[in-house]
């Protein structure tokens, strides 16, 4: 069975600071895929990534980085300079090859406070 | 409209009403989901369609009835529901192609709360 742990639950820094939100995943499969979503108060969750598990590449895009180690089995974000617009819930999620059931961790509530 | 709709988006019943909550997909995807989203756990998945035909039933009640007419739409019939079902249901759908695990791309959710 797969699990995904995000085990900071809230989080609350001040606007321009740089934050980290941590993820673990299990898995025994070797061909897996890694995604962040994002839940603002709206509700709706915002596709923000998606990783496989032969790409090891750290990404980039904007203020926002991924540090995905398999050896750690992780796939960390972090926020460059946050801004209170990145306040919502953060999801973590992981999917098998040929699979259709996302598993999710159970998310990081992050308050960006001004 | 783009992307994936829910409609509504909030909705109080009582435990014998009868409801229903729709999903319609912008997206040409051949892959729909229902996840629930409780206060207090992780979202679960509730049921998968592909091209129409049910494929996944993640132990649900019978109490939740799933219907999809077409590829992009999507509905859950609710019937004699329990104050613990009140949560946020959420609509996704992906493009499954043999082989290839697509993302899935999710609407708002409806905020169900049954009295």
């Known amino acids: 069975a797969q699990k ?5 639950t809230e989080i609350s820094v001040v606007e321009k600071e740089d934050v980290t939100l941590d993820c673990v995943y299990e898995t025994r499969d070797t061909t897996y895929y890694l995604f962040w ?17 032969f790409d090891e590449q750290n990404e980039i895009s904007g203020r926002y980085s991924w540090n995905f180690q398999k050896s750690t089995s992780s796939f960390n974000f972090t926020i460059t ?8 819930v953060y999801f973590c999620a992981l999917i098998i090859q040929g699979a259709q059931k996302l598993v999710f961790g159970q998310g990081t ?3 960006i406070n001004p | 409209e783009t992307g994936v709709t829910q409609t509504p988006r909030h909705l109080v019943m009582g435990m014998t009403n009868k409801k229903s909550l729709k999903c319609e997909q912008h997206l040409g995807h051949n892959a729909m989901y229902w996840y629930k989203q409780s ?4 979202l679960e998945l509730m049921f998968v369609y592909n091209f129409k035909e049910q494929t996944e039933n993640n132990s649900v009640p019978s109490r939740f009835s799933p219907e999809c007419p077409n590829s992009s739409h999507l509905f859950l019939h609710l019937h004699t529901l329990q104050p613990e079902d ?3 249901y959420l609509c996704a759908s992906s493009q499954e192609d043999r082989g290839k695990t697509d993302t899935q791309y999710f609407g708002p959710g409806t905020r169900l709360t049954v009295l």
Do not use: C, H, M
Request: net charge positive; hydrophobic share 40%.
């Open chain 2, 86 to 88: 009140s949560a946020l």
């Open chain 1, 4 to 8: 995904v742990t995000q085990a900071q």
């Open chain 1, 81 to 88: 300079a946050s801004q209170v617009v990145d306040s919502a």
């Open chain 1, 109 to 111: 509530r992050l308050t």
């Open chain 2, 39 to 42: 206060a207090k756990k992780p």
């Open chain 1, 37 to 53: 979503y994002k839940q603002p108060p709206s509700g709706e969750l915002v596709f923000l990534i998606r990783r496989n598990s």
